[in-house]
């Protein structure tokens, strides 16, 4: 027996949950259930969060969460419960299965079946934005090499049980050498504790290209957090079934499964919604809890209600389909087919039955660091890049001499292109004479000197070598 939590929403979202809840029960599901409120209701009596405090207690303490979609009110200050949940919880792996039900269901690609897992929490998504000058802001790219351990196993351990053969990356690690390029580096690191799998990493760009043409040549694809954003869209969008695919959100202690569509309110209270993606991320619930045999009878008798052409109104196509009907009457279908299994779709096999352990994280003994230089960024408002570079070496020290001025990248000191278009924000690095290292102090002298000749300092970072190896980006064209 697992104690899981359930909320059920807004919108669809009672229905379809309760759809769900009679499915997976008839099925034998050992569940015992808290339910909690969450979405409009709370939003709307004040809490901006959409749930309360003592919500949060059960969720912590049953440690399953199955969600039905909400209805975030329009307006400003309500924050998304979603991304609360995900942030709060460290649900750091994001899984999307995304299947064809060719020909039940409209696809230009019937054989596909892949699964996206996307990383969760870091990347630009970690929600560390500034405006600095004038004319440029930033967001942080921040990728740790837990968060890529964490999530690469994770892929590798999905594909292991569930009987995938492949593991594919997706990075630009050919541009973001620092951020990607960790990824690729862990990608290959821990593919190789897993040779019963074959791996390959691709440039997300022609990646995205191939899989959008031919996603019948994927397995599980593994990625971080923004291109895992778009692409498990795209790929739900492709498989013809975005109102049919669940996701689950895995955390070290805690898991939360949902629909991937939001509360359809339009549709609300008439019976009309199809409960088939939520009964998704149930199905992929059962298996993390250990049920694996009952997510196997679910999944079967579901598929086999689709092959059998009773559908919701959302796939129903003349032709096709065989009986139009609401959700209670497709949750009675899918329960009189417990136990059968589709024939031209292909029927699922849990067999290998357990709820999947990962290794909690080990952190790796500290690495050699070294600063060798630091790089100052500028507000500065002139367009002649010689004329900063004499204003900075009037600032710089014996220790710290300017090395480069680069704008959004670019090298545009010493030695630039008049063609290269400048901003007004200017990134300034000051390195040690060659084979020194920089004292840290020299940093604040500097800063102290700019500020002393009027120079607007928006940030600084330190450039660093990691056992040796000089750990940033050069300038383009450097
Ligand atoms: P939506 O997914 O609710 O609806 C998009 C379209 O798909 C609508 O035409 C709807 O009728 C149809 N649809 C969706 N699910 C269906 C189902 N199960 N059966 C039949 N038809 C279905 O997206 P939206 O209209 O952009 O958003 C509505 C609300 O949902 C918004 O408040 C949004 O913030 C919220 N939302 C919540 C979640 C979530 O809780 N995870 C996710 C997305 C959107």
Known sequence: MTRITVAKGDGIGPEIMDATLEIILAAGAQLEIDEIAVGEQVYLAG????????????????????????TTPQGGGYKSLNVTTRKFLGLYANIRPCLSLHPYVKTKHPQMDLVIVRENEEDLYAGIEHQQTDEVVQCLKLISRPGCEKIVRYAFEYARQYDRKKVTCFTKDNIMKQTDGLFHQVFDEIAKEYPDIENEHWIIDIGAAKMADTPEAFDVIVMPNLYGDVLSDVAAQIAGSVGLAGSANIGEECAMFEAIHGSAPRRAGQNLANPSGLLQGAVMMLNHIGQTEVAEKVQNAWLKTIEDGIHTYDIYKEGISRQKVGTKEFAQAVIRNLGEKPSTLKAVSFAKGSALQLPKYQRKPAAKKDLVGVDLFVHWGGTNPDELASLIQSIQTPEAKLSMITNRGIKVWPDGFQETFCTDHWRCR???????????????KLLYKAHESGIDTVKTENLYAFNGQPAFSLGQGQ
Do not use: H
């Open 430 to 444: 000051f390195k040690p004479t060659e084979g020194e290292l920089l004292p840290k102090g020299e940093i604040i």
């Open 47 to 70: 809490n901006t969060s959409g749930i309360a405090k003592e919500s949060w207690d059960i969720i912590r303490k049953n440690k399953v969460f199955l969600k039905a979609p909400i």
